[in-house]
C-alpha cells in the first residue's frame, strides 16, 4: 500500500503551521506514522494511527526549506528540518526519498514517514527545544515591562493622547502567494510613511507587531499615540492609517479599525482619548499595548527573516507646540 500524499496549494503561513502541528502531535503520543501488520498467513498490512493524518502535505513541508531566503525558525520547524536531514530525507523528481540505515535501498513512503517521525520525538525531548517556549514567554513579559513605561512617559507628555489601533491584515486571494518577507518589507514602508507622511504630524509613539495566526495568516498590529490637542477624532485618524495601508500593499491588503469598535472592548477600554489625570485608564491601555506583546503559541511566527526583530517600537517624539 502506498500513502497518498497531498499536494494541495498552501501559503507559507499554512505549511508553517502544519509543520507545527505535525511536531506538536508526535510529542503527545508514542504512535509511529504508520503501524505495519502481518496476518498469521504472513501477509502485511498497513494501518493509519492517530499521527497519520498530519503528513498529508509532507512535501510543501520539506520544501518550506528549499527556499531562498535565509530564515530564523520556530523550534518547531527547526526539529522538523533537523529530522528531515538527520534520516536524509530528499526532493527529487519521482517524490521524496530516503535511504535504508545500511544504504541498500529506498524506504517505502510509510517507512520513511515512521523514521521522520521517530527523530522528531528524540529531538523534542532536548532541553533546547523545550527551553524555547519558556524563552519566548519571558521575553512577551520584558516587553510588556518596557512597553508600560513607554506609555506611561506618552501619557505623561501631554494633557489628553489619542490612542489609536489598527490590525492590518492581507486579503485571503492574496495570503496563498505571500512570503513573510513580503510582510516585513510592508512594514519598512509603512515606517517610512510614519517619518514623512502628514498624517503622522501629531504622532508622539508608535509600535507594531507582525504576527501570524491560523485563520489570517500574516498581519501586523499597531497602536499609535497622538497629541490630543491637535487630533479629535481617533476613529478618522485610525481610518486614515488603514487607507495608507490598502495604498501600501497595492490593494492586496485590508484593516481593522479597532477604535470604530470600541464597544466589544466593555469596561477594558484602553484606546480613544486618555486624559493624563485619570486614575482608572492607564491600566486599561497597558492591557491593550501588552497584546502587541502578548505570550501566546498560536500567534508567534514560526519563521522570520534572519534577524528581523516581530516587535518594532518607533523612538519618543516630543509634542510639537
Same mark, same amino acid.
Given at each position: 500500500?502506498?500513502?497518498? =500524499?497531498?499536494?494541495?496549494l498552501? *501559503? ?11 511536531? %506538536?502531535?508526535?510529542q ?10 502481518k496476518s ?5 498490512r498497513l494501518?493509519?494511527? #492517530? @499521527?497519520? !493524518? ?7 513541508? @520539506?520544501?518550506?526549506?528549499d ?6 525558525? $520556530?523550534?518547531?520547524l527547526?526539529?522538523f528540518r ?16 530516503c ?7 529506498y524506504?517505502?513512503?510509510?517507512e ?12 523534542? *525531548?532536548s ?7 519558556v ?9 510588556? *515591562?518596557?512597553?508600560?513605561?513607554? @506609555?506611561?512617559?506618552?501619557?505623561? $507628555?501631554?494633557? *489628553?493622547t =489619542?490612542?489609536v489601533?489598527?490590525?492590518?491584515h492581507? $486579503?485571503?486571494?492574496?495570503?496563498? !502567494?505571500? !512570503? &513573510? ?10 515606517r ?14 508608535? =509600535?507594531?507587531?507582525v504576527e ?14 497622538? +497629541?490630543g490637542? %491637535? &487630533?479629535? #477624532? ?40 486618555? +486624559?493624563?489625570? +485619570?486614575?482608572?485608564i492607564? $491600566?486599561k @491601555?497597558h %492591557?491593550a ?5 502578548k ?7 514560526r519563521? %522570520?527573516?534572519?534577524?528581523?526583530? #516581530?516587535?518594532r ?9
Amino acid at each position: 500500500m502506498t500513502t497518498r =500524499i497531498n499536494r494541495h496549494l498552501l *501559503s507559507q503561513s499554512d505549511i508553517a503551521i502544519q509543520i507545527e502541528r505535525l511536531v %506538536k502531535a508526535i510529542q503527545r503520543t508514542r504512535s509511529p506514522a504508520f503501524k505495519f501488520i502481518k496476518s498469521a498467513l504472513g501477509q502485511e498490512r498497513l494501518q493509519a494511527t #492517530c @499521527v497519520s !493524518r498530519y503528513f498529508e502535505h509532507i512535501q510543501r513541508m @520539506v520544501s518550506l526549506f528549499d527556499e531562498d531566503p535565509s530564515y530564523d525558525f $520556530s523550534e518547531h520547524l527547526q526539529v522538523f528540518r533537523d529530522a528531515c536531514q538527520y534520516i536524509g530525507l530528499e526532493r527529487s523528481p519521482v517524490g521524496l526519498t530516503c535511504l535504508s540505515d545500511d544504504e541498500t535501498r529506498y524506504l517505502r513512503t510509510e517507512e520513511m514517514l515512521n523514521a521522520l517521525t521517530d527523530r522528531i520525538r528524540h529531538l523534542t *525531548s532536548s532541553k533546547q527545544y523545550r527551553r524555547a517556549a519558556v524563552n519566548r514567554r519571558f521575553q512577551a513579559r520584558d516587553q510588556q *515591562s518596557t512597553i508600560t513605561e513607554t @506609555v506611561d512617559r506618552v501619557l505623561d $507628555s501631554v494633557p *489628553s493622547t =489619542i490612542v489609536v489601533r489598527v490590525d492590518l491584515h492581507y $486579503s485571503s486571494a492574496f495570503q496563498y !502567494r505571500q !512570503r &513573510v518577507e513580503d510582510v516585513f518589507a510592508d512594514l519598512d514602508r509603512l515606517r517610512r510613511e510614519i517619518e514623512r507622511n502628514e498624517i503622522f504630524d501629531d504622532l508622539i509613539w508608535h =509600535i507594531c507587531s507582525v504576527e501570524q495566526g491560523e485563520d489570517r495568516g500574516y498581519h501586523i498590529h499597531t497602536a499609535l499615540f497622538f +497629541d490630543g490637542a %491637535k &487630533v479629535d #477624532c481617533d476613529v478618522h485618524k485610525a481610518r486614515q492609517v488603514g487607507r495608507l495601508w490598502e495604498d501600501i500593499t497595492r490593494g492586496q491588503g485590508y484593516y481593522f479599525n479597532c477604535n470604530a469598535n470600541k464597544e466589544r472592548y466593555g469596561d477594558n477600554l484602553g484606546i480613544g482619548r486618555v +486624559d493624563r489625570n +485619570d486614575p482608572g485608564i492607564r $491600566s486599561k @491601555v497597558h %492591557k491593550a499595548m501588552h497584546y502587541l506583546a502578548k505570550d501566546e503559541d498560536t500567534q508567534h511566527l514560526r519563521l %522570520k527573516p534572519e534577524g528581523a526583530r #516581530c516587535l518594532r517600537k518607533g523612538q519618543l517624539r516630543k509634542p510639537t507646540l
